[in-house]
């Protein structure tokens, strides 16, 4: 069964700082990892996909990596600012259908 | 750009009682999907539907949930007989490429469903 975990569960940083957060799963026999952003009581925006295959996708200030051998991906976002201020979830792809994701870094970026 | 709808964006009621969670996928997509997230929990996936049926199901997705696709554009959540644990926010995602590595499900802004 696929276990999604993301660290930290929490994270404050001023404007202008770049940041990484990570993630972790447990079976690496995955189609793919996707990031969403999730504003309070909303729902859920794609951020980034990362196939199986690669290793990296990009998009704006966010880059996204993937490495399914240790069962890793981080997001990296280059200079905050408090509009990034939110819920990052990572979510794996086991193929047919089935998306299991993570608990969660909650952001916020201080003015 | 198209996305996916659900109506409503909040509903109260009555536990025992019965709830519709109505979503309208994205036109072109023949892949459905419902999740749900418990405040303060993670996203859970609850049933996959495909050509009229049911493709998956979590354990979560018990005889008390059914899913339908009452006409060519409506996918349905049923919760026959709501109980308080059942209040979380329901997510329906759609998608057209299932099972490849390029897959996205692309999802709603959810129905906030609360059980008293």
């Known amino acids: 069964k696929q276990e999604v975990t993301q660290i930290p569960a929490a994270l404050s940083v001023p404007e202008g700082e770049n940041l990484v957060l990570n993630c972790s799963f447990t079976?690496?026999?995955?189609?793919?990892l996707q990031w969403f952003r999730q504003d309070p009581g909303k729902g859920l925006t794609s951020l980034l996909l990362?196939?199986?295959?690669?290793r990296e996708q990009t998009s704006g200030r966010l880059n996204a990596s993937l490495d399914k051998s240790s069962g890793r991906s981080t997001l990296y976002i280059a200079a905050s600012q408090p509009g990034d201020s939110a819920t990052y979830l990572c979510?794996?792809?086991?193929?047919?259908?089935?998306?299991?994701f993570g608990t969660g870094t909650k952001l916020q970026v201080i003015p | 750009e198209p996305e996916v709808t659900q109506t409503p964006s909040h509903q109260v009621t009555q536990m025992g009682q019965e709830v519709i969670l109505r979503c309208v996928p994205i036109?072109?997509?023949?892949?459905f999907y419902w999740y749900r997230q418990i405040l303060g929990q993670k996203v859970e996936f609850l049933v996959s539907?495909?050509?009229?049926?049911?493709?998956?199901k979590s354990e979560i997705f018990d005889d008390q949930f059914s899913v339908e696709r009452p006409d060519g554009s409506n996918f349905t959540l049923k919760i026959r007989s709501t109980k308080l644990e059942d209040s979380a926010m329901y997510f329906c995602?759609?998608?057209?490429?299932?099972?490849?590595?390029?897959?996205?499900?692309?999802f709603g802004p959810g129905t906030r469903l609360l059980v008293l």
């Open positions: 995602a759609s998608s057209d490429t299932p099972g490849i590595p390029k897959e996205t499900q692309y």
């Open positions: 079976d690496s026999a995955i189609y793919n």
């Open positions: 990362i196939q199986s295959s690669q």
């Open positions: 979510a794996a792809s086991g193929g047919y259908q089935k998306v299991t």
């Open positions: 036109s072109n997509h023949l892949y």
């Open positions: 539907f495909y050509n009229n049926e049911i493709s998956e």
